[in-house]
């Protein structure tokens, strides 16, 4: 499944109970940080956060609100699927 903003992926979330949410910071709507905080306090669902956002600081607000792991991009592909696979 797939959302193009906030609102649509809470939606997706509660409707669909993904087993992992892949989640940008910057969306058009809300903060990835805030969705992160949202889905970490309501479900246990693994979260990987991928995005432009490279300062520690956001990486550790990251993880901090629940995400598992924080990937910068740009990334490859194979390193997104094995820490996908560790989660």
Request: aromatic content about 6%; charged content about 30%; proline content about 5%.
């Amino acid at each position: 499944m797939v959302a193009s903003n906030g609102e649509k992926g809470l939606e997706l979330v509660q409707d669909f109970k993904p087993d992992l949410l892949i989640l940008d910071l910057m969306l058009p709507d809300i903060s990835g940080f805030e969705i992160c905080k949202k889905v970490s306090k309501e479900y246990t669902i693994p979260i990987v956060m991928i995005t432009a956002k490279s300062d520690t600081i956001d990486k550790i607000l990251g993880i901090e609100l629940g995400a598992d792991d924080y990937i910068t991009k740009p990334f490859d592909i194979r390193e997104v699927i094995v820490r996908i696979k560790a989660i």
